[in-house]
């Protein structure tokens, strides 16, 4: 089945959001004044408010460090990306499978390896939540591990 013009100017649009969101860890600063990396809080060099659930329990959220996930990925640093938010890096990673697929599919006309975009993202949506409720169950039960 051929793609209708507006579903490949989405996947065009999907993957230039993803490539910005790449240039943006890319200008971020995940690594203190000594050089050691952070392992959230990178989100703030944007202006943006603390994580509200961190102030009021001491603890991260599920998506405390992705910010900083990215940031650290980037740059090529996958460990203490891992440290930071091992989902966040794995999300980095999705996303940069997700842009040239975004790209050949509009090109192409249809979706590449995919029948049902529809169940392929519902899935992806499930997996990341569940692979970041179960690292925050894990870092809340024996600390900021990981």
Same mark, same amino acid.
């Given at each position: 089945?051929?793609?209708?013009?507006?579903?490949? =100017?989405?996947?065009?649009?999907?993957?230039?959001?993803? %490539?910005?969101?790449?240039?943006?860890?890319?200008?971020?600063?995940?690594?203190? !004044?000594?050089?050691?990396?952070?392992?959230?809080?990178?989100?703030?060099?944007?202006?943006?408010?603390?994580?509200?659930?961190?102030?009021?329990? =001491?603890?991260?959220?599920?998506?405390? @460090?992705?910010?900083?996930?990215?940031?650290?990925?980037?740059?090529?640093?996958?460990?203490?990306?891992?440290?930071?938010? !091992?989902?966040?890096?794995?999300?980095? #990673?999705? =996303?940069?499978?997700?842009?040239?697929?975004?790209?050949?599919?509009?090109?192409? =006309?249809?979706?590449?390896?995919?029948?049902?975009?529809?169940?392929? #993202?519902?899935?992806?949506?499930?997996?990341? %939540?569940?692979?970041?409720?179960?690292?925050?169950?894990?870092?809340?039960?024996? @600390?900021?591990?990981?």
């Amino acid at each position: 089945m051929r793609l209708g013009w507006w579903v490949r =100017g989405g996947l065009v649009v999907v993957a230039t959001l993803w %490539v910005a969101i790449f240039a943006v860890a890319a200008w971020l600063k995940p690594y203190d !004044a000594v050089g050691q990396p952070l392992r959230m809080e990178t989100h703030r060099q944007l202006g943006l408010p603390p994580c509200n659930f961190y102030e009021w329990t =001491g603890k991260p959220c599920p998506s405390c @460090g992705m910010t900083t996930s990215f940031a650290l990925l980037v740059r090529g640093d996958v460990w203490n990306s891992l440290k930071a938010n !091992a989902v966040g890096t794995l999300l980095a #990673l999705w =996303g940069i499978v997700l842009i040239p697929w975004c790209v050949i599919s509009s090109l192409l =006309g249809r979706y590449l390896f995919v029948r049902s975009v529809e169940v392929w #993202l519902l899935g992806a949506v499930i997996v990341f %939540v569940l692979l970041a409720l179960i690292r925050w169950v894990i870092v809340l039960g024996i @600390g900021w591990v990981f």
